[in-house]
């Protein structure tokens, strides 16, 4: 006949257990907070980062990117963070270089490639910064749905360049084409290894982003292309692209190699543009199966460009845009941040008009796809 003792016994033995295996599922569920990835970005935010003209990328402007407080506790917004730039201002002096072959400076050199990877992996801003902000978040046990991305853009081996410089001993020359594939490969594999370097918890590699904005056919752009994807796919990074309205051969994103391009409606920028430019963007992202970018800058503070703002916003509602698509987001230089800091009424009600949308996305991720 078993004792009470004996029964006691037992039962402490099932409470350690349930104990442990409660134990075991919290820091499954934990694990999962920390580690889920989402099938590709929801919102992917534009981050210009590199010159000195630039907002400083701090984990102080950037914790604005990546949620905000309210009554109902921590909310979650841009998942993905694209760093960027196309021309340098260095030490507050204009440096008439360029990494995209649109602007009509002179073009980057390899150290000039060298110093934008220096200025991209800088301690304590970029990638390192929503590192940051993310790691003091998960200390307070608050984790994002899934964990938040970090993609590259490749600085642009301009067709013709015949000064960029040595790889191997070897001088490249940008009108061959397979010195600007083994130039932007360099680049890629020099990316890789600062990422690593890095040891991120919080953040994956979201993979390459395509800095020019057109695809010339006069420049065997495609044949280039062709050659960065196959690199790319050998070494499993998705590659992305975010093409003006009307850039040559935009139509074909997928056969130039892309995972996703998300289309530029270019109507912010002109207060005179009309409404038929962003209609149009969109029917033809529609046509041709591209995202959409949401566009915008400090200028939203003049009731002209805010009532362009809003119109990016309906526009985009009203082919559901919002529910199922991942979406870009140009702000300028960091009109974002500016938004969230500012103490303006009506710029606050904008940042809380967008911000509500994009958090409503991250909550309903698992239904946006790349498909109209």
Request: glycine share 6%; with cysteine.
């Given at each position: 006949?078993?004792?009470?003792?004996?029964?006691?016994?037992?039962?402490?033995?099932?409470?350690?257990?349930?104990?442990?295996?409660?134990?075991?599922?919290?820091?499954?569920?934990?694990?999962?907070?920390?580690?889920?990835?989402?099938?590709?970005?929801?919102?992917?935010?534009?981050?210009?980062?590199?010159?000195?003209?630039?907002?400083?990328?701090?984990?102080?402007?950037?914790?604005?990117?990546?949620?905000?407080?309210?009554?109902?506790?921590?909310?979650?917004?841009?998942?993905?963070?694209?760093?960027?730039?196309?021309?340098?201002?260095?030490?507050?002096?204009?440096?008439?270089?360029?990494?995209d072959g649109l602007r009509g400076g002179r073009a980057a050199?390899?150290?000039?490639?060298?110093?934008?990877?220096?200025?991209?992996?800088?301690?304590?801003?970029?990638?390192?910064?929503?590192?940051?902000?993310?790691?003091?978040?998960?200390?307070?046990?608050?984790?994002?749905?899934?964990?938040?991305?970090?993609?590259?853009?490749?600085?642009?081996?301009?067709?013709?360049?015949?000064?960029?410089?040595?790889?191997?001993?070897?001088?490249?020359?940008?009108?061959?084409?397979?010195?600007?594939?083994?130039?932007?490969?360099?680049?890629?594999?020099?990316?890789?290894?600062?990422?690593?370097?890095?040891?991120?918890?919080?953040?994956?590699?979201?993979?390459?982003?395509?800095?020019?904005?057109?695809?010339?056919?006069?420049?065997?752009?495609?044949?280039?292309?062709?050659?960065?994807?196959?690199?790319?796919?050998?070494?499993?990074?998705?590659?992305?692209?975010?093409?003006?309205?009307?850039?040559?051969?935009?139509?074909?994103?997928?056969?130039?190699?892309?995972?996703?391009?998300?289309?530029?409606?270019?109507?912010?920028?002109?207060?005179?543009?009309?409404?038929?430019?962003?209609?149009?963007?969109?029917?033809?992202?529609?046509?041709?199966?591209?995202?959409?970018?949401?566009?915008?800058?400090?200028?939203?503070?003049?009731?002209?460009?805010?009532?362009?703002?809003?119109?990016y916003i309906e526009k985009f509602d009203e082919v559901k845009?919002?529910?199922?698509?991942?979406?870009?987001?140009?702000?300028?230089?960091?009109?974002?941040?500016?938004?969230?800091?500012?103490?303006?009424?009506?710029?606050?009600?904008?940042?809380?008009?967008?911000?509500?949308?994009?958090?409503?996305?991250?909550?309903?991720?698992?239904?946006?796809?790349?498909?109209?």
């Open positions: 006949m078993r004792t009470r003792a004996f029964y006691v016994a037992v039962l402490g033995v099932i409470c350690l257990f349930m104990l442990k295996s409660n134990s075991e599922i919290i820091h499954q569920q934990i694990s999962h907070k920390t580690s889920a990835s989402s099938p590709e970005i929801v919102d992917l935010a534009l981050i210009y980062h590199g010159g000195a003209q630039r907002v400083k990328w701090t984990s102080h402007s950037l914790k604005h990117y990546i949620y905000r407080e309210t009554g109902n506790g921590t909310q979650w917004l841009y998942d993905g963070f694209l760093f960027l730039e196309f021309k340098a201002d260095i030490n507050g002096q204009q440096v008439d270089f360029e990494y050199i390899q150290s000039d490639w060298i110093w934008l990877l220096d200025r991209t992996f800088a301690k304590g801003e970029g990638p390192h910064a929503v590192e940051s902000v993310l790691d003091s978040l998960a200390k307070k046990k608050k984790y994002p749905p899934f964990k938040r991305k970090a993609v590259f853009a490749l600085p642009t081996p301009i067709f013709g360049q015949k000064n960029w410089g040595r790889l191997n001993g070897e001088e490249l020359h940008f009108e061959h084409v397979k010195d600007r594939a083994k130039a932007v490969i360099w680049y890629v594999d020099r990316v890789m290894e600062q990422w690593k370097k890095g040891k991120y918890k919080h953040l994956d590699f979201g993979g390459f982003y395509w800095t020019h904005e057109a695809v010339l056919d006069k420049h065997a752009d495609r044949e280039l292309l062709r050659l960065v994807k196959e690199y790319l796919t050998k070494i499993n990074q998705p590659f992305s692209w975010i093409p003006y309205y009307g850039a040559e051969n935009s139509p074909y994103w997928r056969d130039l190699g892309f995972d996703i391009a998300y289309q530029q409606p270019n109507y912010f920028f002109e207060e005179k543009t009309p409404m038929e430019i962003l209609t149009g963007a969109i029917r033809f992202a529609q046509d041709n199966k591209l995202s959409l970018e949401m566009e915008y800058d400090d200028r939203i503070d003049q009731p002209a460009f805010a009532k362009k703002f809003y119109a845009a919002w529910d199922r698509l991942p979406i870009a987001y140009y702000d300028g230089d960091g009109a974002w941040y500016h938004m969230a800091v500012s103490k303006s009424p009506e710029l606050q009600k904008m940042s809380k008009f967008l911000g509500d949308i994009i958090v409503k996305r991250q909550l309903n991720y698992k239904n946006i796809t790349n498909r109209w």
